[in-house]
């Protein structure tokens, strides 16, 4: 048997936004897969290619592979012309980028007839496949940028007003440009993204996915609750190698939520466990989804340090799915089940799963690129698969060439097109203009900053795939997150008697009743006045001069972080709830309540970014972001029981809201008070867990002996 044998069960035909799926390929479809997985292979893990060059024969490849799977028609004569027109045209348009480029700079970037046809018709084509793959939102708002720049920017009052720039600046920057469909997402799109898409694809193919399954059952199984933390374990270890939401729930799903059910669980609550505990799959190193590698290149931290500080971030989101799956057995009586294969075989059947993803880690800490890594990674997947009774055959190896290359072709099109918008929002300044309307908004509020990103995060990812919504969000919101950061640790470093030698000199010109009170001890109120009174430069100017370079860079990272969390709620949140819409039809539920049984129980989402930005879970050093997860542990239970209204048994409103206030002054920012109240407030849940029990399980009086 080989080890396709071994797969998950067929995916259900699950809702996914109005977006068809894709047709099956033929013969030459799957072999024209595979050579696009061949040729990305060669070009990120031994060739050295021009990048524009590279992103443009990537666009026409994957071009020609989305009208096979996204035909036009079902008539095979309009596909024939239809979508050969288009296959033919976007390979053209690729070789054009290629042989045009020199001769455009030799005559001083001037357009010449077949420059503006190129163009335009790259651009037409990018929206049309976007449209195809991920459905109307992404090209709507792609053709409104583009027209912002030159049709209607001049006619927006007020900060958003744009002077205009001519059709063929922008098909200039849009086509040729290093900013444009072929800049910093594209490259990510055809390095990065592709090869750990295509590692997924060999894992799941060796047959990987059964042994997390097996070894998730093996782990939890005995425990009460068990199918349910079977799937978060499942779920969260799949996603770790997937990075797609909704393919996570439908390939976990169709096995856990049925065990869920078969346990006793309500059909709903299973789909919202299934929905929450997948959209984890995200957050969860190594790949998290193509969030990971979009914010390397945002904010030129390293990878491996994106990845190493998410895991405790991921482990703790996963921990809230889990409080919510044990209070709902206890609700419900559930006990754990003695029928569960042993840990101890599992492993030893299936040790061999782990070592590509032991060579992944090895290698990314050797310091070798990621790209290098992940191929490294295939090819040890492969070999590590002969010490299994499943070989991986020249058929399995095609599979999971053709597998990858599939998966790809929507998410291609999809960043090539962000990469659209990313441009406009650039070279028109509307980034920097709504950060700064953000900032006033909230008034100088974090808290609310955070508030209105999540409100912004929903309402775009009821439209945009979560890593659409991450690239826009994060370009728009994430200088004002992290300017509120920098102000913040810039208020508490002057308080504390830190300065420059250049402080003093402009705090002369702009309050200089301050003077004095600068590198001695300093109010709050004075601190917030002497920043609010020096311009914006000269206050970034400062933070670089104050504040450690690794402090502002974890500041950074965390400011990103909150974002990506932020925008993976339009998975769980109705009215577009994509994970929980195809949890719910393996369920057989209704989408909507399972949509939002899913909201409450992945409110983790939520909660762990208040931990980026008030307490030292990514931005401390040492043991500090352990003591920070440590302490979460009992906040995100009291919060999860006051939330669900039962722990050992129902919880009174005056219980539900002193653990609701006990669970949130835990992970409060109390600044020096914080241990010592977050302390106290874990006591206080302790002792409220430890009361609950006690009356659930009453002592037994001993009985007479009369």
């Known amino acids: 048997m080989s080890s396709q044998d071994t797969q998950a069960p067929s995916q259900p035909d699950v809702p996914t936004g109005g977006m068809p799926r894709p047709q099956p390929l033929g013969r030459l479809g799957i072999a024209f897969a595979v050579t696009i997985a061949a040729a990305h292979v060669w070009a990120n893990a031994f060739a050295t290619l021009p990048e524009l060059q590279a992103a443009g024969f990537h666009f026409g490849l994957f071009a020609v592979l989305c009208v096979l799977l996204f035909p036009a028609s079902k008539t095979w004569w309009l596909r024939v012309a239809i979508d050969g027109t288009i296959a033919v045209t976007a390979l053209a348009a690729a070789i054009y980028l290629y042989v045009a480029e020199d001769a455009l700079y030799e005559r001083g970037v001037e357009f010449i007839q077949s420059d503006w046809v190129a163009a335009s018709v790259a651009i037409l084509i990018v929206l049309e496949l976007a449209r195809r793959t991920t459905g109307w939102t992404v090209p709507i708002l792609t053709g409104l940028a583009l027209t912002y720049v030159v049709l209607w920017g001049p006619l927006v009052p007020g900060a958003f007003s744009f002077a205009g720039l ?158 919510f799956v044990r209070i709902e057995a206890a609700r419900i009586g559930l006990v754990p089940s003695p029928d569960v294969e042993p840990l101890w075989p599992v492993i030893k059947a299936g040790w061999h799963f782990l070592l590509p993803i032991a060579a992944l880690a090895g290698l990314l800490i050797a310091g070798f690129t990621p790209v290098y890594s992940a191929a490294i990674a ?202 929980a819409f ?50 979460a542990v009992p906040a995100f239970t009291a919060l999860a029981a006051a939330l669900h209204g039962y722990f050992a048994q129902p919880l009174s409103i005056p219980l539900r809201v002193i653990l609701g206030i006990a669970g949130a002054a835990i992970i409060a920012p109390w600044g020096e008070l914080w241990m010592h109240a977050a302390m106290a407030a874990a006591l206080a849940v302790a002792l409220g867990i430890l009361w609950q029990r006690q009356a659930k399980n009453p002592a037994k009086e001993p009985v007479s002996a009369s």
């Open 378 to 579: 295939i090819a040890v997947t492969v070999a590590a698969s002969w010490l299994s009774p499943n070989p991986m055959h020249l058929r399995d190896i095609i599979g999971a060439a053709s597998d990858g290359a599939v998966s790809m072709a929507p998410t291609a099109m999809l960043l090539i097109c962000v990469g659209l918008i990313v441009n406009v929002v650039g070279m028109t300044g509307v980034g920097n203009t709504f950060s700064l309307m953000l900032s006033s908004w909230a008034g100088g509020s974090l808290l609310l900053t955070i508030i209105l990103v999540a409100l912004a995060s929903l309402v775009l990812g009821m439209g945009l795939p979560v890593t659409a919504s991450y690239i826009v969000l994060a370009t728009l919101s994430a200088p004002a997150i992290y300017g509120l950061m920098v102000e913040a640790e810039l208020v508490t470093s002057l308080m504390l008697g830190a300065s420059t030698p250049e402080l003093s000199a402009y705090a002369m010109l702009v309050a200089p009743e301050l003077v004095t009170s600068i590198g001695n001890a300093m109010s709050e109120a004075d601190a917030l006045t002497l920043l609010a009174a020096l311009p914006a430069d000269i206050r970034s100017g400062l933070a670089e001069g104050i504040i450690a370079p690794a402090l502002l860079t974890s500041m950074l990272l965390a400011a990103h972080l909150v974002i990506f969390w932020l925008s993976q709620d339009s998975n769980v949140t109705p009215p577009v709830a994509l994970c």
């Open 166 to 323: 001519s059709w063929e600046t922008l098909l200039f920057r849009s086509y040729f440009g290093t900013d444009g469909m072929f800049g910093p997402i594209a490259r990510i799109s055809w390095t990065f993204v592709f090869m750990f898409i295509l590692l997924g694809a060999f894992l799941v193919r060796s047959g990987a996915g059964d042994f997390i399954l097996a070894l998730a059952r093996a782990a939890a199984g005995r425990m009460t609750g068990g199918p349910g933390i079977v799937a978060i374990l499942g779920s969260g270890l799949m996603g770790s190698i997937t990075g797609s939401a909704v393919a996570n729930t439908v390939s976990t799903g169709v096995i856990t939520i049925p065990l869920m059910k078969r346990a006793g669980f309500p059909p709903k609550f299973a789909g919202g466990v299934e929905a929450a505990a997948s959209t984890g799959g995200q957050l969860m190193p190594p790949v998290m989804g193509a969030g990971a590698f979009v914010m390397a290149s945002f904010t030129q931290i390293s990878y491996l340090e994106i990845i190493a500080v998410s895991v405790l971030p991921a482990l703790l989101y996963f921990f809230t799915v889990g409080v």
């Open 582 to 631: 195809a949890a719910a039809s393996i369920a057989g539920t209704r989408p909507m309540e399972t949509g939002f049984a899913a909201w409450k129980i992945a409110k983790g989402l939520y909660l762990v970014p208040l931990l980026f930005v008030y307490q030292p879970l990514i931005i401390g050093t040492g043991i500090e972001p352990l003591v920070t997860a440590l302490m």
